[in-house]
């Protein structure tokens, strides 16, 4: 079976220092992706970052980075320079190939900037 | 601009009255799907579309049905709910199952009294 696990319930950062969320991982499908989605206050689901289990380098998109260790099963995500408004609920999620499609999340991490 | 609209954002209704949260997307995207969100249980799949009139169940879909006759819209209907489903609901949808990033409508909180 599928299952996401993240280990920090609640994170403090102080404003423009690095983060980063814990995310590990359980599958047996052959090819998978690992998504990391960020829910405010206001509840939107927002897309961060996505990772495909055969890509070789670690993705990026502009602060955001995933430190994706297939051996150890873990996509940890990093935020540089925190920003007040980062402060949010994060989640990891998984969908494998022989899962129709079906993101499995984590129970997510909540982040809180301090200023 | 590419995005998930779901209509309505908020609603309360009463056990037993049918209601339909209705979802639509512009993206030209094949896969959409249902989740519910619960504190302590987190987001779980309702149900999920891989193209038009190809539905199928995810997880928790017992009390909804979806259908799929437009490529663009996968509304979700409730025929007699009960205080069980109250919830939090998102629509989501994207290119392809798995391995593209799914797009999320804005949410649907759903409170039945």
């Known amino acids: 079976a599928q299952k996401i696990t993240q280990t920090q319930p609640g994170m403090f950062v102080q404003e423009k220092e690095a983060v980063t969320l814990d995310c590990t991982y359980d599958t047996s499908d052959p090819s998978y992706g690992l998504f990391w989605y960020k829910q405010p206050s206001s509840g939107e689901m927002i897309f961060l970052i996505y990772?495909?289990?055969?890509?070789?380098q670690n993705a990026t998109e502009g602060r955001y980075s995933l430190n994706f260790q297939k051996a150890r099963k873990s996509a940890n995500l990093v935020i540089s320079a925190s920003q007040l408004g980062d402060s949010a609920m994060y989640f990891c999620?998984?969908?494998?190939?022989?899962?129709?499609?079906?993101?499995?999340f984590g129970q997510g991490t909540e982040l809180s900037v301090k200023p | 601009e590419a995005q998930v609209t779901q209509n309505p954002r908020y609603l309360i209704t009463v056990t037993g009255k049918k209601l339909t949260v209705t979802c639509s997307q512009n993206m030209n995207h094949e896969y959409m799907s249902w989740y519910r969100q619960d504190p302590g249980l987190g987001l779980r799949q309702i149900y999920y579309?891989?193209?038009?009139?190809?539905?199928d169940k995810g997880d928790v879909p017992e009390g909804y049905k979806v259908s799929r006759k437009e490529k663009r819209n996968f509304p979700l209907i409730l025929e007699s709910p009960s205080p069980n489903q109250t919830s939090l609901y998102f629509c989501?949808?994207?290119?392809?199952?798995?391995?593209?990033?799914?797009?999320f409508g804005p949410g649907t909180r759903l409170t039945v009294t």
């Open positions: 579309s891989m193209n038009v009139e190809v539905t």
């Open positions: 999620a998984m969908s494998g190939y022989n899962q129709g499609g079906k993101l499995i």
């Open positions: 990772q495909g289990s055969y890509d070789q």
């Open positions: 989501a949808s994207s290119l392809s199952p798995g391995t593209n990033e799914q797009y």
